[in-house]
């Protein structure tokens, strides 16, 4: 659906960032934000800017649960753009969550 649809930007190894959510997806940049996708964006400055910033201030933030990492710095090469189906989680794996719902 890309360029209709925000790209999903997607880290390889966890990163303790405000951009960076529990599932290692950058979502903290102002393109990423609801409503403001345009598929006039230029694709290769939005992951300039992502990487940019997140070499500019590793470890602020983020989940909680993230374990920080020291910053070795980060290589184009190693930016990946998995598939969307894949890489978002379902309703049933949010909150850590798996399996089938239903109460009891």
């Known amino acids: 659906k890309f360029p209709d649809v925000p790209p999903v930007l997607q880290l390889l190894k966890p990163l303790k960032h405000e951009w960076v959510n529990q ?3 950058v979502v903290g940049h102002a393109y990423l934000s609801p409503g403001t996708w345009s598929s006039h964006f230029e694709l290769a400055q939005l992951v300039k800017e992502v ?3 997140l070499i500019k201030t590793p470890n602020t933030g983020g989940s909680s649960d993230m374990p920080p990492i ?3 710095g980060i290589g184009y090469g190693q930016v990946s753009i998995p598939d ?3 890489a978002i989680p ?3 794996e949010v909150n850590g969550m798996r399996g089938g ?3 009891g």
């Open 51 to 53: 990487l940019d910033e």
């Open 84 to 86: 969307p189906v894949a």
């Open 23 to 25: 599932y290692n997806q």
């Open 70 to 72: 020291r910053n070795t």
């Open 101 to 103: 719902g239903g109460s």
């Open 90 to 92: 379902g309703p049933h």
